[in-house]
């Protein structure tokens, strides 16, 4: 409280300085943020310039330098404060100038003069105005930058003063500027294409989609709102509503739990068509993509992009979002293997053995290969991420060296003729390592096995202690096939039906073919629906699908497949009686916004793309949020606490 006095009482003294200084701000003739500020000069021309002070050098005491950064940070000019040159009325602001803080935001009066160039300094992060110079003749100070807040160029804010963050980071706000560069190009394309973009509500219902719903009380006891998971059902209803062509830069929330490329509340382009399939829905976005890749110094894209069964992904890559970039294709060699061998790594019954090989490049001395190799796989295993793979209770990996000083090269854990045929099936060479892991003899299901999971691990710690070359330029892929209902689980409880099994995308993607909706009806885990990921070097940028358009077919995925109980089904209600109301058939896409400018940039987290986003908690720290809800707060909107 007392703080909170001393603040409000800090403020009351400023109040002054404040309506002095707001009052008489002149007007401002030239703007440091245009890339050619003073294109066409003369010699003495009178100049008001806004920006935040820089740093300084005093030559003396009748002789100060100063640099002026502009609004956006992004350029400097120097400013040259001399007691001799200034008149008696200004004779204030060489003392003023001298005394004000870095980062204090001014308005700056004086006269241009011609300045001795000098050469560009490469890799600065502000640009500086060489040719030209200020002297002064006014400044104005616009606040105060107190002197409790040190910031220079190696001072770290903590997220909780994210705005300074911003203003020092040069990086943050070039990665917002990308992003709003990124949105423009996108909204530019889709307009081309005959979209047109329209809103569709952030108050909805709470229905049972698939994700944890974040809910909105109300006054009107026992009724809440729901923030969208997606706009899927609104976008299915303009389809229904005659619009043959949507999008929008659609805000989403999901009570998840959070990772690196994970928010509570994220972006995501989501675009629909009618009378359209998956093979348009995929034209238009490998359009938009390669557009805004062409705009940028970005390595270009392939003319059409890969597509991948959704089991071969997980066959040879272990993993529905492959980086194909890394290769170290994973293939099955449990039928090669000595029995007494597959025993010794696994505790399985007739388990599945899946291996890939891992080459160092550039490849190390022959003479100190293995004994770096050696090293390498000890510090990786016992690290924290390699002990999970250890302790997995289907057996840990089996890694092997090959070493063309051993017999069978290192392998012979693996028997002559087992041996012989790996070399051939992995084209296995000297300083190689094979990797080993099983896992259970049962269909692919999820988002990656044991081996894939292994496999991106052991590259990114290769690439850590330089033994592999990180990969570059881009793979995009598009994933098909997936199969279109997946068994729930604790943390995937799906659509809250009683069949024990989930919509592996929503409860409101097709079937793909005809005989996929033949097995609905016989055995609907083998049914694949027409759903189809894009996925760029290992993140999945987005989802989307052909829509059940049928009312009788959407019912009876939910109702007779799902088993949705009837109460469940009411919920959907409204987009049943759209459906019926000669719905036209569509398919639609939502690409993670926040995911593609990460990815364009080359940042591991969305986090570093998003102004004010959340922590791993979930929380803001800046503005504290969420907040403890007051009694009188819980009251109005009929709660309370258990």
């Known amino acids: ?32 943020t245009t890339p050619r500020p003073f294109p066409a000069f003369k010699t003495g021309e009178a100049v008001v310039l806004y920006g935040y002070l820089g740093s300084s050098a005093s030559l003396s005491k009748n002789l100060y330098f100063v640099q002026l950064l502009s609004k956006d940070r992004a350029r400097s000019i120097q400013i040259v404060s001399s007691k001799a040159s200034l008149p008696d009325k200004d004779a204030s602001s060489d003392q003023i100038i001298r005394e004000l803080a870095m980062h204090t935001p001014v308005v700056i009066r004086g006269l241009l003069r011609e300045r001795k160039q000098k050469p560009e300094q490469a890799n600065e992060e502000i640009e500086k105005i060489t040719h030209v110079e200020i002297d002064l003749l006014g400044i104005q100070p616009l606040n105060e930058f107190p002197s409790d807040i040190i910031a220079t160029p190696d001072t770290v804010f903590s997220a909780d003063q994210r705005h300074l963050q911003l203003r020092t980071d040069a990086g943050l706000r070039a990665a917002l500027t990308m ?9 530019t394309r889709l ?97 938009l993509i390669r557009f805004v890749w062409s705009t940028s110094d970005l ?66 001395d022959p003479d100190v290969s293995a004994a770096s190799m050696r090293q390498f796989i000890s510090d990786f295993l016992e690290s924290p991420e390699g002990t999970s793979f250890v302790s997995n209770p289907d057996g840990g990996p089996g890694i092997f060296i090959v070493d063309s000083t051993k017999p069978l090269q290192g392998l012979q854990a693996l028997g002559f003729e087992a041996a012989e045929r790996i070399e051939d099936l992995f084209n ?9 892991q099983a896992r259970h003899n049962r269909p692919l299901s999820g988002g990656s096995t044991p081996i894939g999971n292994l496999r991106l691990a052991l590259h990114a710690a290769a690439v850590r202690f330089g033994h592999v070359k990180p990969p570059t330029g881009f793979a995009p892929l598009w994933v098909t096939d997936f199969p279109l209902f997946s068994p729930t689980s604790q943390t ?87 459906l019926r109301a000669g719905c036209p058939p569509h398919a639609g896409i939502a690409l993670g916004f926040d995911r593609l400018v990460a990815l364009m940039l080359d940042k591991s987290s969305v986090r570093e793309v998003i102004a004010f986003p959340k922590t791993g908690k979930g929380e803001d720290v800046l503005v504290k949020s969420p907040g403890v809800l007051s009694e009188e707060t819980l009251s109005t909107y009929h709660l309370r606490y258990r």
């Open 1 to 32: 409280m007392e703080d909170a006095q001393f603040e409000m009482n800090n403020i009351t003294c400023q109040r002054a300085f404040w309506i002095d200084s707001r009052s008489f701000i002149p007007e401002e003739t030239h703007s440091l």
């Open 179 to 187: 992003r709003s560069k990124v949105g423009l190009l996108l909204r």
């Open 191 to 287: 307009a081309e294409l005959g979209f047109v973009e329209i809103e569709t509500p952030l108050l909805f219902k709470s229905t049972p989609e698939g994700a944890r719903e974040f809910i909105v009380p109300t006054r009107r006891k026992g009724f809440a709102y729901a923030l969208p998971q997606s706009p899927q059902q609104f976008k299915q209803i303009l389809m229904g509503s005659g619009i043959p062509k949507y999008y929008q830069f659609a805000r989403c929330f999901r009570d998840e739990d959070l990772r690196a490329d994970r928010q509570p509340e994220f972006t995501q382009l989501d675009l629909e068509m009618s009378f359209a399939g998956a093979s348009q829905i995929m034209n238009v976005i490998e359009d």
């Open 299 to 364: 390595d270009q894209l392939p003319a059409v992009f890969p597509r991948m069964s959704y089991l071969e992904a997980m066959s040879q890559y272990g993993s529905d979002k492959p980086d194909t970039r890394l290769r170290m294709q994973i293939s099955r060699v449990e039928y090669l293997l000595p029995g007494d061998l597959i025993s010794k790594i696994t505790p399985l019954h007739d388990p599945v053995v899946e291996a890939f090989t891992l080459r160092f490049t550039p490849v190390p």
């Open 428 to 436: 296995i060479e000297d300083g190689d390592l094979l990797v080993l």
């Open 492 to 578: 995937e409880p799906g659509q809250g039906g009683n069949a024990g099994l989930a919509a592996t995308h929503h409860p409101f993607t097709s079937p793909k073919t005809s005989e996929d909706i033949d097995m609905l009806m016989v055995d609907p885990t083998k049914v694949i629906g027409d759903h189809y990921d894009l996925v760029i070097n290992g993140v999945e940028l987005g989802g989307g699908s052909r829509r059940i358009h049928n009312a009788e077919m959407q019912a009876f995925v939910m109702q007779d497949v799902l088993k949705m109980s009837a109460g469940r089904l009411a919920e959907f209600s409204h987009l049943l009686e759209v």
